[in-house]
């Protein structure tokens, strides 16, 4: 293509396009350039059959790559006149194949039937820019509240509306408001807890990321309402792109005045900072987050004093979470009878969860409250994927509980839920089929409320340690009779006697697998197999003779070499020595070879003598 | 700012901006840079149509950012947003697809309805 | 040395965690070295011992010298569902480290760390400040090479 001309028509010179009369374009083309002095801007080339045969004469225009179809040599006038000589294309003649999508509306279940409150914004504004956040009716109303309204009649909308604390507790938000604004004690604070750390929740980081303007108006909705001067965002460092834009809105609040003293030349004034965790689940727990702010290691305190009343530097202090600030300036400026028509008689609104795990449709999405898990899960969750069943949900993280098919009817609300065993959490939602093993599953839970236990007192550092020990034994083969029992008796004692909501909730997981799948734990306890087999301990491998056609892949791939046999005998695995890697199960090209439940019997005889001796 | 009437003045302001209409953009392709969609590539997107629309010397159409949409399962995730036209979401993009969205869509006007996650 | 770094901040002690990760981000061995703990003890006015305490409290710091780069993997249920237990095989047997372990060229450190919060596209990693998401064994072997060849043209 030549280099000093500006533009190229490619001109359709197929049998089909010459048919339909592409050289009368052509000549029309060169006429008309010629007419309007353009001839040297504009280079024609003759190409190859384009494809779209029955749509021609076709032509594409370089550089835009603007394609059109059926064009009649009345038509070039146009295209000269408009797209060559003005730059604008000739929407006529451009491809029509758009009309069925466009006037039939596409839409999904997953959006369709959301009811979005705080997550009103994200995924629709530039984060980064607060002139997009005020465009859609942002600060009005922090604006509204701090000039015409007291900080009393704030805080008896909040409570009229009835939310309730969306990190987890549940505590109605306009009480605890009514706790710190009723402590005369000065100055105040508010915090934000961002430390978002429950396995499976990350709706905060997307708030943060998404809206941050929206969690800072929330914010200062608070400090006006509760009386602080000074706020603080604590998020955790694993979220370095929620720290950006969280700073970023500050900074940009500052400078249009909604921050900082006399915020609209009232007596308000309020100013807010951002402190970062450091990688510490239990910071999340309130009393340990504000020690970290004070850079000190994040341990909780007993509670009472409760921060309302001696909080940061003791004095009084909100901690409230993102989620629930971002619901605020939507309540303020809709007003809380519209909030509270949303949701059920004790849990109202809606509120964010996390969909993930073996879910087809992961990700966040936004309902009101009281619809049954069964919707969320296959209505919007879109059902299982890979096209495997359901098995149970972990509702709530790590300190939540495990529901199954028989609770999909549930209604999601705070009490609901909590009757059931789990809880509503932060919102994650861990969906699993039918191959995940719940003692596994437990197991893995505990592992990590072992990790992050922060070792302060003794029934969560000691006792769920001892839980752990007897879980990792009876996935390996070595859980006694009796061991059921005292997981439950440990899992109680240990609820009951922590001191932060860590250890009060850490043993959830695997009370409520014992209570909705016994079957699993009695059959890796007494039958010394894992029935969905992925306890490697308590299953085997074999092959079927009838399907073996003698190959030998299996046994070339073994690494401990112990598949012997021919090609007439067939092959068998030596049980003793399998290290159950799978390499054979993955090389077996007539899918004979298969994971057994339960141990093989030669390695059972073993276990048995071991255990007598 | 200092009052409501300040506010009020701001938002007139900013909602004629993000207007297509008064901006002299003719579309608006709206890329979201959360960590997830960041995470599964949309940086390199967000390369590729700056790229595609400066090859093709198109200049009435504006690249920009916004959070996660909240469904991860198909990020990175990119609205075209046109005037009068239903904004079409199209999901799990990658540097080809984001070629195609330009030369057919963004070009041509012909929504490629295999990418299409959501039209509304 | 480290006075570049602490002068940022007032001498306050609620800017220790904040100052600490200035000082881990900036060194080139990705820890807080005891010359940094006595450096941060004078500044602020308290003692080696409780700072020590908080850097030993939380995950992300590190007392002992790590690799060039980090690679967090994450390890929480629902990267577990989805498979995060191969990639750690993966990644320990192509960089012949375990969990916490350092290579021996110094390059990369492996650590199973808690929820990275971007579990609708699990399994994830996140590498120095990277998130790297969706992934598979041979994702992350890609990942890896990449950074790793990068490193060898930067020295």
Same mark, same amino acid.
């Given at each position: 293509?030549?280099?000093?001309?500006?533009?190229?028509?490619?001109?359709?010179?197929?049998?089909?396009?010459?048919?339909?009369?592409?050289?009368?374009?052509?000549?029309?083309?060169?006429?008309?350039?010629?007419?309007?002095?353009?001839?040297?801007?504009?280079?024609?080339?003759?190409?190859?059959?384009?494809?779209?045969?029955?749509?021609?004469?076709?032509?594409?225009?370089?550089?835009?790559?603007?394609?059109?179809?059926?064009?009649?040599?009345?038509?070039?006038?146009?295209?000269?006149?408009?797209?060559?000589?003005?730059?604008?294309?000739?929407?006529?003649?451009?491809?029509?194949?758009?009309?069925?999508?466009?006037?039939?509306?596409?839409?999904?279940?997953?959006?369709?039937?959301?009811?979005?409150?705080a997550?009103?914004?994200?995924?629709?504004?530039?984060?980064?820019? =607060?002139?997009?956040?005020?465009?859609?009716?942002?600060?009005?109303?922090?604006?509204?509240?701090? !000039?015409?309204?007291?900080?009393?009649?704030?805080?008896?909308?909040?409570?009229?509306?009835?939310l309730r604390g969306r990190g987890g507790g549940g505590f109605p938000t306009?009480?605890?408001?009514?706790?710190?604004?009723?402590?005369?004690?000065?100055?105040?604070?508010?915090?934000?807890n961002a430390d978002e750390g429950d396995p499976g929740a990350f709706m905060d980081r997307s708030l943060?990321?998404?809206?941050?303007?929206?969690?800072?108006?929330?914010?200062?909705?608070?400090?006006?309402?509760?009386?602080?001067?000074?706020?603080?965002?604590?998020?955790r460092?694993?979220?370095?792109?929620?720290?950006?834009? =969280?700073?970023?809105?500050?900074?940009?609040?500052?400078?249009?005045?909604?921050?900082?003293?006399?915020?609209?030349?009232?007596?308000?004034?309020?100013?807010?900072?951002?402190?970062?965790?450091?990688?510490?689940f239990v910071c999340g727990e309130e009393?340990a987050l504000?020690?970290?702010?004070?850079?000190?290691?994040?341990?909780p305190?007993?509670?009472?004093?409760?921060?309302?009343?001696?909080?940061?530097?003791?004095?009084?202090?909100?901690v409230n979470n993102v989620e629930t600030?971002?619901n605020?300036?939507?309540?303020?400026?809709?007003?809380?009878?519209?909030?509270?028509?949303?949701g059920t008689?004790t849990s109202k609104g809606t509120k964010v969860f996390a969909l993930t795990g073996d879910i087809?449709?992961t990700g966040l999405v936004e309902v009101p409250m009281g619809i049954s898990l069964n919707d969320l899960i296959?209505?919007i969750g879109?059902?299982?994927?890979?096209?495997?069943?359901f098995k149970g949900v972990q509702l709530g993280g790590p300190s939540g509980g495990c529901l199954t098919a028989e609770d999909l009817q549930t209604q999601i609300d705070y009490e609901s839920l909590k009757a059931k065993g789990a809880m509503m959490g932060s919102g994650g939602v861990i969906v699993m089929?039918?191959?995940k093993?719940m003692?596994n599953v437990a197991k893995f839970f505990l592992e990590f409320t072992v990790d992050e236990s922060?070792?302060?007192?003794?029934?969560c550092?000691?006792?769920l340690?001892?839980m752990?020990?007897?879980?990792?034994?009876?996935?390996?083969?070595?859980?006694?009779?009796?061991?059921?029992?005292?997981?439950?008796?440990?899992g109680e004692?240990i609820q009951k !006697?922590s001191?932060c909501g860590l250890g009060q909730s850490a043993p959830n997981p695997v009370l409520s697998t014992i209570k909705n799948f016994?079957?699993?734990?009695?059959?890796?306890?007494?039958?010394?197999?894992?029935?969905?087999?992925?306890?490697?301990?308590?299953?085997? =491998?074999?092959?079927?003779?009838?399907?073996?056609?003698?190959?030998?892949?299996?046994?070339?791939?073994?690494?401990?070499?112990?598949?012997?046999?021919?090609?007439?005998?067939?092959?068998?695995?030596?049980?003793?020595?399998?290290?159950?890697?799978?390499?054979?199960?993955?090389?077996?090209?007539?899918?004979?070879?298969?994971?057994?439940?339960?141990?093989?019997?030669?390695?059972?005889?073993?276990?048995?003598? =071991?255990?007598?001796? | 700012?200092?009052?409501?009437?300040?506010?009020?003045?701001?938002?007139?302001?900013?909602?004629?901006?993000?207007?297509?209409?008064?901006?002299?953009?003719?579309?608006?392709?709206?890329?979201?840079?959360?960590?997830?969609?960041?995470?599964?590539?949309?940086?390199?997107?967000?390369?590729?149509?700056?790229?595609?629309?400066?090859?093709?010397?198109?200049?009435?159409?504006?690249?920009?950012?916004?959070?996660?949409?909240?469904?991860s399962?198909?990020?990175?995730?990119?609205?075209?947003?046109?005037?009068?036209?239903?904004?079409?979401?199209?999901?799990?993009?990658?540097?080809?697809?984001?070629?195609?969205?330009?030369?057919?869509?963004?070009?041509?006007?012909?929504?490629?309805?295999?990418?299409?996650?959501?039209?509304? | 040395?480290?006075?570049?770094?602490?002068?940022?901040?007032?001498?306050?002690?609620?800017?220790?965690?904040?100052?600490?990760?200035?000082?881990?981000?900036?060194?080139?061995?990705?820890?807080?070295?005891?010359?940094?703990?006595?450096?941060?003890?004078?500044?602020?006015?308290?003692?080696?011992?409780?700072?020590?305490?908080?850097?030993?409290?939380?995950?992300?710091?590190?007392?002992?010298?790590?690799?060039?780069?980090?690679?967090?993997?994450c390890d929480s249920p629902p990267c577990f569902l989805?498979?995060?237990?191969?990639?750690?095989?993966?990644?320990?047997?192509?960089?012949?480290?375990?969990?916490?372990?350092?290579?021996?060229?110094?390059?990369?450190?492996?650590?199973?760390?808690a929820c990275l919060g971007v579990c609708g596209?699990a399994?994830?990693?996140?590498?120095?400040?990277?998130?790297?998401?969706?992934?598979?064994?041979?994702?992350?072997?890609?990942?890896?090479?990449?950074?790793?060849?990068?490193?060898?043209?930067?020295?």
């Amino acid at each position: 293509m030549s280099q000093n001309k500006r533009m190229d028509v490619l001109l359709c010179c197929g049998s089909g396009c010459i048919s339909a009369g592409a050289k009368k374009l052509k000549e029309k083309i060169i006429e008309l350039s010629k007419k309007h002095n353009i001839e040297n801007e504009i280079n024609i080339i003759e190409t190859g059959c384009m494809g779209p045969c029955n749509l021609g004469p076709v032509m594409t225009i370089y550089p835009e790559g603007v394609f059109y179809q059926k064009v009649k040599v009345e038509d070039i006038q146009e295209i000269v006149e408009e797209h060559f000589i003005k730059g604008r294309p000739v929407k006529r003649l451009m491809s029509q194949g758009d009309n069925k999508v466009i006037s039939e509306k596409k839409e999904v279940p997953f959006f369709q039937n959301q009811v979005k409150v705080a997550l009103e914004n994200c995924g629709y504004l530039n984060p980064e820019k =607060i002139e997009e956040y005020i465009a859609l009716d942002g600060y009005e109303a922090l604006v509204t509240s701090i !000039l015409e309204k007291t900080p009393e009649e704030v805080i008896q909308e909040i409570k009229d509306s009835g939310l309730r604390g969306r990190g987890g507790g549940g505590f109605p938000t306009g009480v605890k408001w009514g706790f710190v604004q009723a402590n005369k004690n000065k100055p105040k604070y508010v915090v934000c807890n961002a430390d978002e750390g429950d396995p499976g929740a990350f709706m905060d980081r997307s708030l943060l990321e998404g809206d941050p303007h929206r969690v800072l108006e929330g914010m200062l909705i608070a400090a006006y309402a509760v009386g602080a001067s000074k706020g603080f965002f604590y998020i955790r460092a694993e979220y370095p792109l929620a720290v950006v834009r =969280i700073k970023n809105a500050i900074e940009q609040a500052r400078e249009s005045g909604l921050l900082g003293e006399n915020i609209f030349g009232t007596d308000f004034s309020f100013d807010a900072e951002v402190r970062m965790g450091a990688g510490a689940f239990v910071c999340g727990e309130e009393t340990a987050l504000i020690n970290s702010i004070m850079g000190m290691r994040g341990q909780p305190n007993p509670k009472p004093p409760y921060p309302a009343n001696s909080g940061a530097w003791q004095k009084p202090t909100l901690v409230n979470n993102v989620e629930t600030l971002a619901n605020l300036p939507t309540i303020m400026r809709k007003g809380a009878k519209w909030f509270s028509s949303m949701g059920t008689e004790t849990s109202k609104g809606t509120k964010v969860f996390a969909l993930t795990g073996d879910i087809k449709n992961t990700g966040l999405v936004e309902v009101p409250m009281g619809i049954s898990l069964n919707d969320l899960i296959f209505n919007i969750g879109g059902g299982m994927a890979e096209g495997k069943k359901f098995k149970g949900v972990q509702l709530g993280g790590p300190s939540g509980g495990c529901l199954t098919a028989e609770d999909l009817q549930t209604q999601i609300d705070y009490e609901s839920l909590k009757a059931k065993g789990a809880m509503m959490g932060s919102g994650g939602v861990i969906v699993m089929d039918d191959t995940k093993c719940m003692v596994n599953v437990a197991k893995f839970f505990l592992e990590f409320t072992v990790d992050e236990s922060c070792g302060k007192c003794v029934p969560c550092r000691v006792g769920l340690k001892q839980m752990y020990n007897i879980l990792d034994n009876i996935t390996k083969g070595k859980g006694k009779k009796g061991d059921i029992e005292r997981l439950i008796t440990l899992g109680e004692s240990i609820q009951k !006697l922590s001191l932060c909501g860590l250890g009060q909730s850490a043993p959830n997981p695997v009370l409520s697998t014992i209570k909705n799948f016994r079957e699993e734990y009695e059959a890796h306890i007494n039958d010394k197999m894992c029935p969905t087999c992925v306890c490697t301990d308590l299953y085997h =491998i074999e092959i079927d003779k009838d399907k073996c056609i003698g190959c030998s892949l299996c046994s070339r791939k073994c690494p401990v070499t112990c598949i012997t046999g021919s090609r007439t005998e067939k092959y068998t695995i030596a049980q003793v020595d399998c290290i159950k890697c799978g390499n054979c199960i993955e090389v077996c090209p007539v899918s004979a070879i298969d994971k057994i439940p339960g141990m093989s019997s030669e390695v059972l005889n073993i276990a048995n003598n =071991i255990e007598e001796d | 700012m200092k009052t409501l009437a300040d506010l009020k003045k701001i938002r007139e302001q900013a909602q004629k901006n993000m207007s297509l209409r008064e901006s002299n953009n003719r579309i608006k392709i709206v890329i979201g840079m959360g960590t997830s969609g960041i995470a599964m590539g949309a940086r390199e997107v967000m390369k590729t149509f700056l790229n595609e629309l400066a090859n093709r010397k198109i200049d009435d159409v504006l690249v920009t950012q916004t959070g996660e949409k909240g469904l991860s399962s198909m990020e990175p995730v990119v609205d075209i947003i046109e005037e009068g036209k239903p904004t079409i979401t199209y999901g799990l993009v990658n540097s080809e697809k984001a070629k195609r969205i330009v030369s057919e869509h963004i070009v041509n006007g012909k929504v490629i309805e295999e990418f299409v996650v959501e039209a509304k | 040395m480290y006075e570049n770094i602490l002068n940022k901040y007032q001498p306050d002690k609620d800017n220790l965690i904040y100052i600490l990760h200035d000082i881990q981000d900036n060194d080139s061995q990705n820890y807080v070295s005891e010359e940094a703990i006595n450096a941060v003890s004078d500044y602020l006015d308290i003692s080696q011992s409780h700072i020590y305490g908080v850097l030993t409290f939380y995950s992300m710091f590190s007392v002992k010298p790590r690799g060039k780069n980090i690679i967090r993997l994450c390890d929480s249920p629902p990267c577990f569902l989805k498979g995060s237990s191969k990639l750690y095989k993966k990644i320990s047997k192509m960089l012949n480290v375990k969990n916490g372990q350092t290579t021996k060229d110094g390059k990369f450190t492996l650590e199973l760390v808690a929820c990275l919060g971007v579990c609708g596209n699990a399994p994830v990693a996140m590498i120095n400040n990277d998130i790297y998401a969706d992934l598979t064994e041979e994702k992350i072997e890609k990942i890896i090479k990449k950074i790793d060849k990068g490193d060898d043209n930067v020295s």
